[in-house]
């Protein structure tokens, strides 16, 4: 039986750390970088040097690239976005040089986000046949990646897996971005610390804990392994949409305790739909799952919230 060598580009974030933990646990010979993201060009020839080394690495069997990088989130500014979008081309571009022959072997699976292109959208739940919307520059950066992995595929054959996910939230968590509400609601009751919020209570949202995530995943790439597809957009949701305010409940359970919040305005609140709810009608079979519960979920984030405050992490 050949091998599957997987090279995961951002496997120290929250999507990538979890598909390089469940890529490992299915048997994939897993290949990680380390990048020096703080300077593009730096960034650029580590990239285009992991990328060779890994195709060099291996003479047959089934590969896979995944992109699950990006530091950028709405504020983050399009030159920032206009870089790392460079970045993914660069990168696609030196898959296509070095593994032409390799074509009918592998997938490109590149991380994007339901709520920065359906931000502006009418009509939810959203589904992979509503017309995207975005409401800034993080969302129409994500929309202009999916083009250059969506044009690199109809070019080359190489199958491409494009999936927009759902709000991402458990242990691995980067508490510097003004990003993951859960998580900062764990560390705000950890430390006693207010958290603002800067969306109505009503707003609608989709919380996939991110090991369920990382399974849907893997076995996306595990289906593509054994079909060819032209690129395929898919969403990367659990399917049932919550309030804010149902998400402070749960924490209040989970905490036993109310979650200290304060209530505040953001010029970033434009940019944040008030009804993300979502479903998937790409592959269906990948959805049939049970997914990790809200309150065990922020149980979860929460315990490794407490080990990383106590590591000085």
Known sequence: ???THTWIVGSGGLLGAAVTREAGRRGHRVHT???PWADTASAEQALLQRCSEFFDSFADGTWNVIWAAGAGVNGTSAAQFAEENGLIRTVLARIEAVAADRAGTGTVFLASSAG???AGATGAPHHEGT???PLGDYGFAKLQSEAIATEFGERTGINVAIGRFAN?????QNLAKPQGLISHLCRGYLMASPVSIYVPMDTLRDYLYVSDAAE???DTLAMSATQRLSPTIKIFASGEAVTIGSILGACRTVFRRRPNVVLA????AVF??????LRSTVWPQIDRRTHRTLPAGIASTLFATRQALGAGR
């Open 131 to 133: 017309n995207p919307v």
């Open 272 to 277: 944040q739909g008030r009804d993300l709810r």
């Open 168 to 172: 991402l939230y458990g242990p691995g």
């Open 265 to 268: 305005a953001s010029p970033l």
């Open 116 to 118: 920065g292109v359906y």
């Open 1 to 3: 039986m050949t091998a």
């Open 33 to 35: 970088s380390t990048i």
């Open 216 to 218: 849907m995943v893997a």
